[in-house]
C-alpha cells in the first residue's frame, strides 16, 4: 500500500534562508508524487508533482522537489524563504489499486517564517 | 471555472443534530473526494466517487456518516447523529479522469463545530 512520512511537524527558518521539508514516501509500484500547501482557514492548492521523466521537478512560488528513488524520498526546497511562504504543507501519494486511485496525504509540516 | 463549491464554509450545531455538507466539484471532473482534517490525524480520506459511483468507503469513520453523488455537479456528506468528535473540518476535491497522475483540485472546506 502506498503512503507518505513527513518528518517534523513543525519547521521554522529565518526570512532569506533554504526552506527544506522532508518527505519519504513507501510504495509497491513506481509512484506518482505530489505537494500541496495549504494557507490559513484555506482549502488546499497544488505546489507540484512528479509523475513521469525528469526527477528535479519545479513548482509554483520558486518551491522544487527532487524525486529519489533510492531514498524514497521527494524533498520540498526553496533556496530563500519569504514570509508569505508560513503555511502548511502536504505530501501525497497517488494510491491505486483494485478500487481505484485516491491521493493519499502525510500529516503535514507547518513552516513559519521569521523576519 | 469557480472551482469546487463547498457549503456551508462553517456550520455550528448541537450533538445528536443531522449535519450535510455539499459539495460541487468542477465541471467535467468525474472524480470526487471527501476528506476529514484535524490536528490530531490529519487529512484524512473518508469517500471517493468515480462518475458518481462510490468507489472506496472504507475511511468512513462509523454507520453515522453517509455520502451520496446523485449527479456528476453534486456531492452531499451526512452525519447523523452528530458528535462532538466529529468537529473538524471537511474538505472536498475533484479530479479530472481517474489517472493516477492528476492531481486533486480542493474546495475552501466546511468548518465543522458539534457542540
Known amino acids: 500500500a502506498q503512503s507518505v512520512t513527513q518528518l517534523g511537524s513543525h519547521v521554522s527558518v529565518s526570512e532569506g534562508a533554504l526552506v527544506l521539508l522532508r518527505c519519504n514516501y513507501s510504495?509497491?509500484?513506481?509512484?506518482?508524487l505530489f505537494w500541496y500547501v495549504q494557507y490559513p482557514n484555506q482549502g488546499l492548492q497544488l505546489l507540484l508533482k512528479y509523475t513521469t521523466g525528469a526527477t528535479l521537478v519545479k513548482g509554483i512560488n520558486g518551491f522544487e522537489a527532487e524525486f529519489k528513488k533510492s531514498e524514497t524520498s521527494f524533498h520540498l526546497t526553496k533556496p530563500s524563504a519569504h514570509m508569505s511562504d508560513a503555511a502548511e504543507y502536504f505530501c501525497?501519494?497517488?494510491?491505486?489499486?483494485?478500487?481505484?486511485?485516491?491521493?493519499?496525504f502525510g500529516k503535514g509540516t507547518t513552516l513559519s517564517v521569521s523576519s | 471555472d469557480a472551482g469546487v463549491i463547498q457549503s456551508p464554509r462553517h456550520e455550528v450545531t448541537e450533538m445528536g443534530q443531522e449535519v450535510t455538507l455539499r459539495c460541487k466539484p468542477i465541471?467535467?471532473?468525474?472524480?470526487l473526494f471527501w476528506y476529514r482534517q484535524t490536528m490530531m490525524r490529519g487529512l484524512e480520506l473518508l469517500i471517493y466517487?468515480?462518475?458518481?459511483?462510490?468507489?472506496?468507503d472504507s475511511g468512513m469513520p462509523e454507520d453515522r456518516f453517509s455520502a451520496k453523488m446523485p449527479n456528476a455537479s453534486f456531492s452531499t456528506l451526512k452525519i447523523q447523529p452528530s458528535e462532538p468528535r466529529d468537529s473538524a473540518v471537511y474538505f472536498c476535491?475533484?479530479?479530472?479522469?481517474?489517472?493516477?497522475?492528476?492531481?486533486?483540485?480542493f474546495g475552501q472546506g466546511t468548518r465543522l463545530t458539534v457542540v
Open positions: 476535491a475533484s479530479r479530472p479522469g481517474q489517472g493516477a497522475n492528476t492531481e486533486a483540485f
Open positions: 501525497a501519494v497517488s494510491r491505486a489499486n483494485q478500487a481505484g486511485t485516491a491521493l493519499i
Open positions: 465541471s467535467g471532473h468525474n472524480s
Open positions: 510504495s509497491s509500484v513506481p509512484p506518482y
Open positions: 466517487f468515480n462518475n458518481n459511483v462510490p468507489i472506496d
